[in-house]
């Protein structure tokens, strides 16, 4: 149970294109997502939170227009990077917390998140 | 908002020894997880822990949410317990990560 799917896992495309990352939460409806990005030997640095209906909230230094969030569902959340530069390249990473704290997946905490297996970004 | 610090940053280990990592927070603890992230880079749940102890296996966590930190137990280490650790906590109902401590367990 909690299980939280990426697409793609990796992507190689030409600087000036856009690419879309989905993240599926698979067995477990999620009202809230979060998408992270990771360099090399670092840690996880949240780059948006995204709510199901409603407009994602950006951290500081995040360009909203460069990466587009949408939750159209209470199990997509897509991911665009537009107009890609070999500056966006990076690990991808997004999660999803539970909606109820019970259900078939047997979540337990309402509050605990779960991951994708990330997407690699390579823009040349 | 809530600082996380992860000791020891790295950690080199002979496969069936023990180990303690360590996790201190700046603020009071809500939501802790601790998360291992493999090779290929997929976070694992380890635990849920805002308070008190558990264990699964081979691995054991204890949060002493009054003193503000979490450790992670890992014995009789093996070589597919190498990679990344983390510990978060969730601030303002974000999670905020460690730098993590980077294991290798060699056979």
């Known amino acids: 149970g909690a299980v939280v799917s990426q697409h793609p896992s990796w992507v190689i495309c030409k600087s000036g294109t856009s690419v879309k990352i989905e993240c599926r939460s698979l067995?477990?409806?999620?009202?809230?997502m979060f998408w992270y990005r990771q360099f090399p030997k670092q840690s996880l640095m949240l780059m948006a939170t995204?709510?199901?209906?409603?407009?994602?909230?950006?951290e500081q230094g995040v360009e909203k227009d460069k990466f587009l969030i949408n939750h159209a569902s209470l199990t997509l959340s897509t991911l665009t990077v537009t107009s890609a530069h070999p500056e966006d390249s990076s690990f991808y990473i997004c999660?999803?917390?539970?909606?109820?704290?019970?259900?078939?997946?047997?979540?337990?905490?309402?509050?605990?998140?779960?991951f994708g297996p990330g997407t690699r970004l390579t823009v040349l | 908002g809530i600082q996380v610090e992860q000791s020891p940053p790295d950690l080199i280990l002979q496969e069936g020894a023990n180990s303690t990592l360590r996790c201190n927070f700046s603020?009071?603890?809500?939501?802790l997880q601790w998360f291992h992230q493999n090779p290929w880079g997929q976070l694992i749940n380890l635990f849920y822990?805002?308070?008190g102890t558990k264990q699964n296996g081979r691995l054991s966590a204890t949060t002493v949410a009054t003193e503000r930190y979490s450790l992670l137990y890992i014995s009789s280490s093996q070589t597919t317990d190498s990679g990344v650790y983390f510990c978060?906590?969730?601030?303002?109902?974000?999670?905020?990560f460690g730098t993590g401590t980077r294991l290798l367990v060699s056979p």
């Open positions: 999660s999803a917390r539970a909606f109820s704290p019970l259900g078939a997946s047997g979540i337990r905490n309402y509050n605990e998140q779960f």
């Open positions: 067995d477990f409806q999620a009202t809230t």
């Open positions: 995204s709510n199901e209906g409603s407009k994602a909230t950006y």
């Open positions: 603020d009071s603890v809500n939501n």
């Open positions: 822990i805002p308070s």
């Open positions: 978060a906590d969730t601030g303002f109902q974000k999670l905020v």
